[in-house]
């Protein structure tokens, strides 16, 4: 401490310990995603995603081509639904869960097709590489508030897009109905070393009230899918997502 508060350089030497500080949060806090991840008793299914053979795979894909009965959306993607909404696994944490679902395709990047889950306004900004985000005027579940639906991991790992080529960069208020297809999954991490497995990670994000999305890194500013999907997505409600249900919120 004398180090420390020693007048030389002492505004240089807090910053360090700042950083220091917040550094080693950071690091714990992944670490205890990452521990979540391996310990939670569902995260059996990313074991039998990874290593199991083509029908234990096949156990865990969702096909599901038409809305759930009574449900606005249909489900973006085929495939193994594996991390869900709300979610504290790792990369993701509980102060900092998974902002929406992430649909694992059984197959190369390039391949699995992803679709508009509903009818809406296409807008992909000038540097966006794998993603695209919808503009819905009329929430169908709340009518009169827009939202937004965000799709992202549309690119091979070097940055190299697998999106329709109806959308490039720049493009803004371009109409599509439910069921066009956008792209195709793929495994673009940005610039993170961390590899992922080929998916598309879908989200529905709140609009600031000027016809502008917020920021779908954030948690609170998504919302839960469930409803919108007819299947139980929640990571809190049900143990693994499996397709169509009656009752698909929590309780
Ligand atoms: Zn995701």
């Excluded at 939670?40 to 234990?56: I, K």
């Excluded at 005027?137 to 639906?149: E, K, S």
């Excluded at 919108?228 to 997505?233: A, I, N, T, V």
């Amino acid at each position: 401490m004398r180090w420390l508060m020693h007048p030389h350089r002492r505004g240089f030497k807090m910053a360090l310990v700042l950083v220091l500080l917040l550094g080693s949060g950071y690091l714990l806090n992944q670490a205890v995603g990452y521990v979540q991840l391996l310990t939670d008793p569902r995260s059996q299914t990313f074991l039998q995603w990874a290593q199991g053979d083509e029908s234990a795979r096949a156990e865990l894909i969702t096909e599901q081509r038409e809305a759930c009965p009574g449900a606005p959306f249909v489900l973006p993607a085929d495939g193994f639904i594996g991390l869900l909404y709300g979610d504290p696994r790792g990369p993701y944490s509980q102060s900092s869960p998974h902002q929406g679902i992430d649909i694992f395709s059984d197959t190369e990047p390039g391949l699995t097709p992803v679709y508009a889950a509903y009818d809406g306004y296409v807008r992909r900004e000038a540097d966006w590489r794998s993603t695209l985000i919808m503009r819905v005027p009329d929430d169908p579940l709340q009518p009169g508030r827009t939202i937004w639906l965000y799709y992202t991991h549309m690119a091979d790992r070097d940055g190299n897009d697998f999106i329709e080529e109806a959308f490039p960069p720049g493009t803004r208020e371009m109409f599509v109905e439910q069921g066009t297809r956008l792209g195709f999954t793929g495994d673009y991490n940005g610039a993170s070393p961390r590899t992922v497995w080929t998916h598309l990670h879908f989200s529905i994000v709140l609009d600031d009230g000027s016809g502008q999305y917020l920021n779908e890194l954030d948690f609170a500013n998504t919302i839960d899918p469930s409803a919108y999907l007819g299947m139980p997505l929640n990571y809190d409600c049900v143990p693994t997502a499996v397709g169509c249900a009656a009752n698909p919120t929590c309780k």
